[in-house]
């Protein structure tokens, strides 16, 4: 796993495939139940997962994950029941879970005092031009922090002018590397624009990667899943 050093009493990992107990094309750290794994292999790595951040797996919280601009306030041990592709919390010791296969895991964070407060995003090409990350921004509120976590990078995401042409209407020309779009620019220019100073970026590619990350772009289905998991301490 891979942790960020945040601004307050935080515990944020961004998870990688390895450690887990599945097989297969969900070898072996899968976080995701509805890709076709065992669901009480998928449960144990949930657990591990947990372990990592010293929370309660009984608590843990996420999404049934949709591209949207919903952003939630997490409720424990409420998982998959509602719609929305963001979870934010206050409340001491209740990890929240976002899950991401080269889509974009976030982390933000409440930063300079201010009352402490996480939120964990996934911002896929839709969500990113629709606004899901400013909605996680007004969600959290207060200064924040950020880290983008592991994701497809410019190496690997080639798309059709269908995705490019509204992409380089919202960000310029330079979002766009011939037929390939960075992501992970378009989402660090909207927390900017925002108001968010401390953007960490893991630069990692998860489709470059397949020992470190499950990738749709490189694997399709069946594949695993991992994500960014959060906890106010």
Same mark, same amino acid.
């Given at each position: ?10 515990e944020v990992v961004f998870t990688t495939r390895a ?30 997962? =947990?372990?990592e951040i010293d929370a309660d797996p009984a608590r ?42 080269? =889509? ?15 939120c964990v995003l996934h911002a896929g090409r839709i ?27 410019? =190496? =690997? ?77």
């Amino acid at each position: 796993m891979i942790r960020w050093d945040a601004p307050g009493p935080y515990e944020v990992v961004f998870t990688t495939r390895a450690g887990g107990v599945s097989d297969g094309p969900y070898a072996s750290l899968n976080l995701g139940r509805k890709t076709g794994d065992d669901v009480d292999r998928v449960d144990e790595n949930r657990r591990r997962a =947990c372990a990592e951040i010293d929370a309660d797996p009984a608590r843990l919280a996420l999404n049934y994950q949709v591209h949207s601009t919903v952003v939630h306030r997490a409720q424990s041990g409420r998982r998959g029941d509602r719609r929305g592709d963001g979870l934010w919390t206050e409340e001491s010791g209740l990890p929240v879970l976002a899950l991401a296969a080269d =889509c974009l895991p976030i982390a933000l964070a409440r930063a300079n005092g201010a009352a402490p407060g996480v939120c964990v995003l996934h911002a896929g090409r839709i969500g990113i031009l629709d606004g899901v990350i400013e909605a996680g921004i007004r969600a959290l509120g207060g200064t924040v922090a950020a880290a983008i976590g592991p994701s497809i990078g410019p =190496c =690997c995401y080639e798309v059709g002018e269908e995705v490019a042409a509204p992409y380089r209407a919202r960000f310029g020309a330079g979002i766009m590397g011939g037929r390939k779009l960075d992501l992970r620019q378009a989402a660090e220019r909207l927390l900017r624009e925002a108001g968010v100073a401390r953007i960490e970026r893991l630069d990692l590619c998860t489709a470059c990667n397949p020992e470190l990350f499950f990738s749709h772009r490189r694997d399709g289905k069946p594949r695993g899943v991992q994500g960014v998991l959060a906890l106010v301490a």
